[in-house]
Every structure is written in C-alpha cells, then in structure tokens.
C-alpha cells in the first residue's frame, strides 16, 4: 500500500495498526508481548520505547540501505539494520536508565531485548522489500510500533484485571495469559480485510 494523499494516509495507519499488527497478525514480538504486559505502567513504557525504536531505526536504515545499494552490499542489510537498532536500543538504555530510573528497571532484561526484537528487524526489512519512500517507511516504523504498543497495553489491562479473578488455579498465571493471547489474536483477525 502506497501513501497518496490523506485518504491513503489514514488507511496506511489502519492497516499498520490494526490490520497487520506485529503481534496479533505478524505473530512477531512476542517474548517482550508476553514478558511485559503484566502491568499497564511498564507495557506503556515498553510500547513508547519500541516506538521511538521502530520509528527511527525505519528513518536511519532508508539511509543506509540507499548507501549499501549504492555499494553494491545488499546482501549486508540485515547485518547493518541489527548494527543500526542495537546502537538505537543502547541510546534508549542509557536515556531511561537517567531520567526513567524506576520505569529501567520494571522493564529489566527486556529493555536490551528490543534489539533482538523480530518486530523492530522486521519493520526495516519490510520498508525495503515492499519499496517503501522515505515519509512511508517512518509511517510504518511509528504505526507498526503504535500497534504493538496498543497490543500490549491491552494485554496488560485484561492481566490486572485476572489477578484478581476468580479462575482455577490451574489457568492463574502463564496459561491465562496465552488463552487471552490467543482470544485477542482471532479477534485482531476480524480486520484482516478490511484495508486492501
């Protein structure tokens, strides 16, 4: 899908967050989905951090894959977008870890994660391989990432609220959570065709 004008913007948006959500439709992302969304504070974070990830990794990797083309080292792309999102990730790291203390150290070994987050490489990956222009591949980057974000805040929401459910103690925890996974996955399928 190519953005023309505000109609095909906003549809651009649509298909980004919702249609083909990294979590719900991709299936991409899901070790910080399910390690972080226990708590609607720290998914906010996590969301906002991948966010910014995304959104400047798609800004910085138009870049350089214009200069590997130019070179002729395509075949380096993946390599340079890894090196790319782990410089992206550490600058995030050290920004939360000064002015964010408490919310660093919610997030723990997740935050680092980031850089090998399917979600983030596949963003880039995806920018190139669908030709994506420069104004396009930001817009994807930030509505993929906003559609992660909306995912795993509501996933951590539907987890406070299971915490003090009363369910067997065979379904507490873990397994609650996957069956929620998946009941908001199918429900995420519904908006499968509704952007062309």
Known sequence: ????????FFLFMVNCILCN??????????????GVSSKVQTATGMGLAVTF???IA??????????LVALGLEYLQTIAFILVIAALVQFVEMFMKKSMPSLYSALG???????????????TIMNVENH???????????????GF??????????RERLETSDIPKSFKGFPSSLITAGLMS???MGFQGLVK
């Open 1 to 8: 899908m190519r953005i023309t004008d505000v109609g095909s």
């Open 132 to 146: 994506y222009n420069l104004f396009e591949s930001v817009c994807n980057g930030v509505f993929g990432a906003l």
């Open 109 to 123: 070994i997740y935050l680092p994660l980031i850089t090998t987050n399917c979600a983030v490489l596949a963003v």
């Open 186 to 188: 199918i429900a995420f």
């Open 21 to 34: 959500n990294f979590i719900f439709s991709r299936f991409l992302g899901c070790c910080p989905f399910l």
């Open 53 to 55: 990830v995304m959104g």
């Open 149 to 158: 974000m909306l995912a795993i805040v509501l996933m951590a929401g539907v």
């Open 58 to 67: 798609s800004l910085v990797t138009y870049f350089v894959n214009l200069l």
